[in-house]
T-cell receptor
Framework: GENVEQHPSTLSVQEGDSAVIKCTYS??????FPWYKQELGKGPQLIID?????GEKKDQRIAVTLNKTAKHFSLHITETQPEDSAVYFC??????????FGTGTRLTVIP | EAGVVQSPRYKIIEKKQPVAFWCNPI?????LYWYLQNLGQGPELLIR????????DSQLPKDRFSAERLKGVDSTLKIQPAELGDSAVYLC?????????????FGPGTRLLVL
């Protein structure tokens, strides 16, 4: 089955700096890669996603890049704000099958 | 539009007792998922429904876990009897499955503590 690895497990940045979270996947057939943000006491919330026919996608301060050859994808958050502090999960999916999640990155933005 | 609703939000029980969780998906969503999230980990799928049919329950521990989605809308997940290791967050998610990959929307989860 699919194996998704996520790094780092914790990340602290100063407010205004950038944050980068990286994930790798094992199934070359995976073609959909969402990123979720989970705040304390809440369920995961989709923040951005990318499909395998696209190399990069951006939404305001958030961007995701995908390297299919290397089987890795990354989340980039620029101009970080304290409200960006949360746990971020990457995931991968093959076709209409199930999502496989990474182990999460706890991001702390220091004011 | 209301999101995925789950109840209860918190549950504390003693081991060997039964427990049930309820989920109401987003209106019109035909696919419903139950996930298990252990502390410090990502969600792991327990079961996926397409309408009333459980299309993937391979990760559901069937000796003690059961689930149903009788009318293709609400769903319940049951554990009987509960064990200490079942303490976790149980997340419900839903999506509108059109054959392509659709966003899964998660509820707030039920936090279970087994004593």
């Amino acid at each position: 089955g699919e194996n998704v690895e996520q790094h780092p497990s914790t990340l602290s940045v100063q407010e205004g700096d950038s944050a980068v979270i990286k994930c790798t996947y094992s199934d070359s057939a995976s073609n959909y890669f969402p990123w979720y943000k989970q705040e304390l006491g809440k369920g995961p919330q989709l923040i951005i996603d990318i499909r395998s026919n696209v190399g990069e996608k951006k939404d305001q301060r958030i961007a995701v890049t995908l390297n299919k050859t290397a089987k890795h994808f990354s989340l980039h958050i620029t101009e970080t704000q304290p409200e960006d502090s949360a746990v971020y999960f990457c995931a991968s999916q093959t076709g209409a099958n199930n999502l496989f999640f990474g182990t999460g990155t706890r991001l702390t933005v220091i004011p | 539009e209301a999101g995925v609703v789950q109840s209860p939000r918190y549950k504390i029980i003693e081991k060997k007792q039964p427990v049930a969780f309820w989920c109401n998906p987003i209106s019109g969503h035909n696919t419903l998922y139950w996930y298990l999230q252990n502390l410090g980990q990502g969600p792991e799928l327990l079961i996926r429904y397409e309408n009333e049919e459980a299309v993937d329950d391979s990760q559901l521990p069937k000796d003690r876990f059961s689930a149903e989605r009788l009318k293709g809308v609400d769903s319940t997940l049951k554990i009987q009897p509960a064990e200490l290791g079942d303490s976790a967050v149980y997340l419900c998610a839903s999506s509108l499955n059109t054959g392509a990959q659709e966003t899964q929307y998660f509820g707030p989860g039920t936090r279970l503590l087994v004593l």
